[in-house]
DNA sequence: GAAGTATATTGCACTCGGTGCAAAATTCAA
DNA sequence: TTGAATTTTGCACCGAGTGCAATATACTTC
């Protein structure tokens, strides 16, 4: 057992650097305009083997997005069973985004918004995302993921990720922190919804 | 002027030849599985017309997605100021799946179910639509598109759009009117949030 | 250290979606 | 009928993504 974790941590180097040019070269030319073979170049290594690292081009940008997720279905799974789903959204929001990067959420940021491919796949993962949320709920719940209450708190939640996590990176020249921002969107939210609409209309 | 417009009459036709032969191969043998010079053949045009028609395969399938648009943008802009936003998006939400032919709307729920591809550029054109309807929003409120609230706002719409469109054609089989069901579904979203979350925590 | 096994890398050929361009066919207005 | 506007088409091209088989590299065993 000379070395144990050897290939392991070639290709967790590998991955990095792939990442990271990925990650340059988008932000220098866009991303349309940056191939694959592109960034397979810049990092040194086939064409061929990118996509052994990366299903597709759109993740080496959105890679990161399965880290948060992990953290965000944890938090709702830990979740006290009688917490209102409000609060356990926010506890998870905050989870989930306590753990990022600001100069990389910032070009994340910005790359999505000038490429629509890259909102596309983007929306795609909040797709799969909220499925995966209607199966922590429904486990908390014991209510069925398909039920109807149970896919409204999904999206719930993934909005409340999505829009709050969007408006506060475009916020964090302000330095505001998370906890509080994310305590405010849900604030907004529960405001407007309790005014009840026209029953008889 | 012997015939005026015959050009756009062919165009129409050709069109709804595309569609036609593509939701039929799409239904028989899957999605991912027809391509585009399958279509284009079976309506008896070439590749590259078919391009002119369409922007991509997955627009066959989507494009009627522009019509409810149009006409959930319409009831949101209609709507009197004064209206609470539940209701607004009650009535909008009403307007726009009221146009929508029940076998159709299987048979794009039943494709969106097991094809990746297309659940993604789905909810692609969601994310365009949520920010036409931010846009809509702010015309009623004076705010900008990109306040927080309103941002908000039109998530909440989206997401009682997509979720209650979804889960109203799984219910189709009921029998169920919209307006039912999506006052429903509002009155279920109207409770949820009514319970705040735990302020100190 | 050498031999053998597992795994990673690579090249190659291929499919498919999508686009630009210019020529040919069609429709429309004079 | 002539000529302009528009549609259709073919062709060549690019880039993403995949399957496969060969080669190179890391790990294990003796």
């Known amino acids: 057992m000379t070395q144990q974790g050897r290939r392991e941590q070639k290709r967790e180097e590998t991955r990095r650097r792939l990442m990271r040019e ?6 220098e030319q866009g991303f349309d305009r940056t191939s694959v073979d592109e960034i397979a170049a810049a990092a040194g290594v086939s064409r061929r083997t990118f996509f052994h690292y990366f299903g597709s081009k759109e993740d080496v940008v ?15 799974r830990t ?3 009688e917490a209102p789903l ?11 985004l306590g753990s990022f990067d600001a100069d990389e959420a910032r070009l ?4 999505k918004r000038d490429t629509p491919a890259l909102r596309a796949r983007d929306h795609g ?3 799969r995302l909220e499925r995966s949320i209607a199966g922590a ?15 409204l708190d999904a999206m ?17 020249a302000a330095g505001v922190p998370i906890e509080e921002y994310v305590r405010q969107v849900v604030r907004l939210l529960g405001r407007e919804l309790s005014s009840a609409p026209a029953e008889g209309s």
Not at 22 to 27: C, N, T
Not at 108 to 111: G, R, S, V
Request: net charge negative; glycine share 8%.
């Open 22 to 27: 990925g990650q340059r070269l988008f932000a």
């Open 62 to 76: 959105l890679s990161r997005h399965d880290d948060f997720e992990r953290a965000l279905l944890d938090a709702i």
């Open 79 to 81: 979740a006290p069973p």
């Open 86 to 96: 409000l609060g356990v959204a926010e506890q998870a929001v905050i989870a989930a």
């Open 108 to 111: 994340l940021e910005q790359l």
């Open 125 to 127: 993962k909040y797709e």
């Open 137 to 151: 709920l429904a486990e908390r719940s014991g209510a069925s993921p398909d039920d109807l209450r149970t896919r």
């Open 156 to 172: 719930l939640v993934t909005g409340i990720l999505r829009v709050g996590g969007s408006e506060w990176v475009r916020a964090l």
